[in-house]
């Protein structure tokens, strides 16, 4: 494998993982869970809950709850290609969270908070038919307040 071919695999898996916590923060299920593998497997920090397929990963993210407001910073993303097929990252999350007292929706702007955390994030990524997708995801807090 080329390096310009490895470099087009790190930048897609990259956006990838971006796109897919927009949609955790915006709470938009569907855009989340289509970053991963229709059989993808999703597993929260703190044992908040491990889901599997399209569907539960996409429930659990659009039912999250409406007065939380959240931001995942991602940094130092690092990919290791494997094979033309299969990929492992890890990369930073730094969690900025603002739940609002009552149970009324979050309206922004928010007033900022130190960070919530500092997690680990590890992803294996599979080539499927639609490209680069997220076949396992779990983190690990490393920071925490």
Not at 115 to 124: F, T
């Amino acid at each position: 494998m080329t390096r310009d071919e490895v470099r087009a695999i790190e930048w897609d898996c990259q956006q990838i993982l971006a796109r897919s916590l927009h949609g955790l923060d915006s709470r938009d299920g569907n855009v989340a869970a289509a970053q991963f593998a229709p059989d993808g497997k999703w597993e929260r920090s703190r044992g908040a809950g491990s889901f599997e397929g399209r569907a539960e990963i996409a429930e659990n993210i659009t039912n999250r709850p409406k007065n939380e407001a959240s931001r995942h910073c991602m940094s130092n993303f690092v990919l290791d290609v494997k094979d033309a097929d299969h990929a492992v990252s890890r990369c930073y999350l730094t969690v900025f969270r603002n739940d609002a007292a009552g149970p009324e929706p979050v309206t922004f702007p928010v007033k900022m908070q130190l960070p919530a955390g500092i997690l680990i994030y590890s992803d294996k990524w599979v080539r499927t038919a639609e490209g680069w997708r997220i076949a396992e995801q779990w983190s690990e807090r490393i920071f925490t307040r």
